[in-house]
């Protein structure tokens, strides 16, 4: 008896290890399939597809009790959802295959005639898109000016990007950039050059009363001890024969300054004869004492540029090809206080804004760029740095060096979740070849490397792929990541680009789902960051946009850029080409696309952006389609309509929401083994020690 109850316990200990290590396996990202992970979201069969598309929906006032005998009705409530939701919730709307510029407005126009913001925008989306009619800009301008004047970045976005087509208002390239900056939570991200140190200027005395003299004989005696100081500074440059220009502007400092000094002691002088003599001088306006902070500040916007702490100038990697121009633009101010600007040595006109703009070529050796603005006052800024063409050699691992680990160090980016769709075995198109393989080996990436949850569709019809989009949008919260992969057909019809499920027919454009759509869903879904990666043909009509290209070099980003990137919200897209058809093979059981892209995925580091992503597989993915007789060039854009706003996708190596910051959330695969670890303390290694 004692033996079997002994067998019995040890038959136990051995059966709960077992089940112990199973859930653990379970936790973990490495041993996650694909069809548990899908369990985050429930995608359910559904007989109308066409009712889980967004729509311009109006909700029905809702009856509020004021005392014990009053009742009253609220305003009515407009919301963009799918349509079977706005029908559970009792409003009304216009089918999305029937909407136009007119349903559109009867929703929304009211309430952007009553001063709402988000309705002003959305007005002057509705026409500007035209939907169905031809769009007007100017009534789209007219909307999103108000919007913006009420501080609505999606409204300083879409007017940005019309100022800067020059639709329903003047080109103005430097006004563009001006509100792209504006709308952008991140505030200034693009560089900022530092002033050069100015020569400091005598106070000079205002009046006659003894506490003005002393006050402008103690500022004088610091400028003595100051210009001293700078004698002694100008004196070692020379006798080192180190910097000879900057020695050289040291000592032109030095003489205006003594000037200067000379002229306040005559002053100073005059001053006291003055009250010597017991005659109260003229009082004149204080003459201000230059600082660093009054100094000419130069901001370059685009192309952006990391803040870096390097010594030399920056090299920044740009996407423009050797032989194409590319336009700078930046700003400077005060702007009232400017006398000049240059661009290498070149006078160059700017707004009254301070913004401007130059076109530049792409040299394949660099093309170096010097920034110089002067005051009235004679001080100077100059900004330096070095454009290099894509994949310039000696500049491919600075520009793909691995983010600094401090630099993320305790930043909240929240939960990861993806919908990878692989589309391959048509019914009324022809098969491919790599899809489904790709769409399995993504998703592998995804979990086993960044801690991705992933639903993997394979061979998906439009109401799963639709179901699954709806599925989002009522599952991921503000502070998720989501990113949407898609392998499959794609078509254009109409001037607009569409994903085909596997059940489409066609010429059936009704049978398709359109770009236009995802960037519905993408804009109707929470989730705080969105990145859409596209490998099918025309994919690059959902990232054709005026706003401004994310920067394909992502070294040396600060820790502030991760902060506000973290609160800032993202809605981006890497497609594998533009308005031409792509590669389905090419990269062995891969599309030359999904290989580049599973290449740039497994090679990252600690923290990955979508544009470091970018960089490493634009190279790659066209000279593959080149040698195959094909012209690829994938892009990377935010997604306009869907309300970008700045920054970019973030991927984090095993998916940990907080590097090494906070601990992970109670639910965490950490915390689950963790727990499970000590239940088998409690439960078995007790039970063995006490027999």
């Known amino acids: 008896m004692f033996v079997w109850k002994k067998i019995t316990f040890i038959g136990k200990r051995i059966a709960l290890s077992f089940l112990i290590t199973l859930l653990l396996m379970a936790s973990s990202p490495f041993f996650t399939s694909n069809r548990a992970n899908a369990d985050y979201i429930n995608i359910p069969n559904v007989a109308d597809a066409d009712k889980l598309l967004i729509v311009d929906c109006l909700l029905p006032g809702s009856i509020r009790q004021m005392g014990t005998r009053l009742t009253m009705l609220t305003a009515r409530r407009a919301i963009k959802t799918s349509g079977a939701d706005c029908e559970r919730r009792g409003g009304e709307y216009v089918p999305a295959d029937r909407a136009n510029a007119a349903s559109a407005l009867n929703v929304w126009k009211p309430l952007a005639e009553a001063g709402d913001r988000q309705a002003q925008t959305y007005v002057g989306e509705i026409y500007e898109k035209g939907m169905g009619t031809a769009p007007n800009y100017q009534q789209a301008v007219q909307w999103y000016t108000q919007a913006a004047n009420k501080g609505d970045a999606r409204a300083k976005t879409n007017l940005g990007n019309l100022s800067e087509r020059g639709q329903g208002v003047a080109r103005n390239p430097a006004q563009a950039i001006n509100l792209y900056g504006d709308a952008s939570r991140l505030g200034r991200s693009y560089s900022t050059a530092e002033p050069a140190a100015p020569p400091p200027q005598a106070r000079k005395p205002s009046t006659a009363n003894a506490q003005a003299v002393a006050e402008a004989k103690q500022a004088l005696e610091q400028e003595r001890r100051a210009a001293l100081q700078q004698q002694a500074e100008v004196e070692k440059l020379k006798r080192?024969?180190?910097?000879?220009?900057?020695?050289?502007?040291?000592?032109?400092?030095?003489?205006?300054?003594?000037?200067?000094?000379?002229?306040?002691?005559?002053?100073?002088?005059?001053?006291?004869?003055?009250?010597?003599?017991?005659?109260?001088?003229?009082?004149?306006?204080?003459?201000?004492?230059?600082?660093?902070?009054?100094?000419?500040?130069?901001?370059?916007?685009?192309?952006?540029?990391?803040?870096?702490?390097?010594?030399?100038?920056?090299?920044?990697?740009?996407?423009?090809?050797?032989?194409?121009?590319?336009?700078?633009?930046?700003?400077?101010?005060?702007?009232?206080?400017?006398?000049?600007?240059?661009?290498?040595?070149?006078?160059?006109?700017?707004?009254?804004?301070?913004?401007?703009?130059?076109?530049?070529?792409?040299?394949?050796?660099?093309?170096?760029?010097?920034?110089?603005?002067?005051?009235?006052?004679?001080?100077?800024?100059?900004?330096?740095?070095?454009?290099?063409?894509?994949?310039?050699?000696?500049?491919?691992?600075?520009?793909?060096?691995?983010?600094?680990?401090?630099?993320?160090?305790?930043?909240?980016?929240?939960?990861?979740?993806?919908?990878?769709?692989?589309?391959?075995?048509?019914?009324?198109?022809?098969?491919?070849?790599?899809?489904?393989?790709?769409?399995?080996?993504?998703?592998?990436?995804?979990?086993?490397?960044?801690?991705?949850?992933?639903?993997?569709?394979?061979?998906?019809?439009?109401?799963?792929?639709?179901?699954?989009?709806?599925?989002?949008?009522?599952?991921?919260?503000?502070?998720?990541?989501?990113?949407?992969?898609?392998?499959?057909?794609?078509?254009?019809?109409?001037?607009?680009?569409?994903?085909?499920?596997?059940?489409?027919?066609?010429?059936d454009t009704k049978s398709w789902v359109s770009n236009a759509q995802v960037t519905n869903f993408v804009d109707a879904i929470q989730a705080k960051h969105v990145l859409v990666v596209a490998d099918s043909c025309y994919s690059g009509t959902l990232s054709q946009s005026a706003i401004p290209r994310l920067s394909a070099s992502s070294g040396g980003k600060s820790r502030e850029w991760y902060e506000a990137v973290a609160k800032t919200k993202v809605r981006v897209v890497l497609s594998s080409g533009g308005v031409r058809p792509v590669m389905d093979g090419g990269g062995g059981k891969h599309s030359v696309f999904g290989a580049a892209f599973l290449k740039a995925l497994n090679a990252g580091g600690t923290v990955l952006e979508g544009a470091r992503i970018f960089r490493r597989l634009k190279g790659q993915v066209s000279s593959a389609a080149g040698a195959a007789g094909i012209k690829q060039t994938p892009q990377f854009a935010p997604i306009r309509f869907a309300g970008h706003e700045a920054g970019d996708f973030v991927f984090l190596k095993d998916g940990r929401a907080v590097i090494d910051g906070n601990p992970e959330e109670p639910g965490s695969p950490g915390n689950v083994q963790r727990t499970l670890l000590a239940i088998w303390e409690k439960s078995v290694l007790k039970p063995v020690e006490a027999a």
């Open 240 to 507: 080192q024969a180190q910097a000879a220009a900057a020695a050289k502007k040291k000592e032109a400092d030095l003489l205006a300054k003594q000037k200067r000094i000379r002229e306040a002691e005559a002053e100073l002088a005059e001053v006291e004869r003055a009250k010597a003599s017991g005659k109260e001088p003229v009082a004149k306006p204080p003459a201000k004492i230059a600082s660093a902070a009054d100094a000419p500040k130069i901001e370059i916007l685009s192309p952006p540029i990391s803040a870096m702490r390097s010594i030399g100038k920056p090299k920044i990697q740009v996407s423009e090809e050797v032989g194409n121009p590319l336009t700078l633009r930046g700003r400077v101010s005060p702007v009232q206080e400017i006398a000049k600007l240059s661009l290498n040595g070149k006078s160059i006109q700017y707004d009254k804004q301070g913004g401007f703009s130059a076109s530049l070529p792409v040299n394949v050796s660099g093309t170096e760029v010097r920034v110089s603005a002067a005051n009235q006052q004679g001080q100077s800024t100059d900004f330096s740095f070095i454009l290099l063409p894509p994949e310039t050699a000696g500049n491919t691992a600075a520009a793909d060096a691995p983010t600094d680990k401090a630099s993320v160090s305790g930043v909240n980016f929240g939960r990861y979740y993806a919908l990878v769709i692989g589309n391959q075995n048509y019914a009324g198109f022809p098969a491919l070849a790599t899809s489904v393989n790709d769409a399995r080996a993504v998703a592998g990436a995804l979990e086993s490397r960044y801690g991705f949850r992933t639903a993997v569709l394979e061979n998906a019809t439009r109401s799963k792929m639709l179901a699954a989009f709806d599925a989002l949008r009522n599952k991921l919260q503000p502070q998720d990541n989501l990113l949407i992969y898609y392998a499959g057909h794609g078509e254009l019809a109409g001037g607009s680009g569409y994903w085909l499920p596997v059940d489409a027919r066609k010429g």
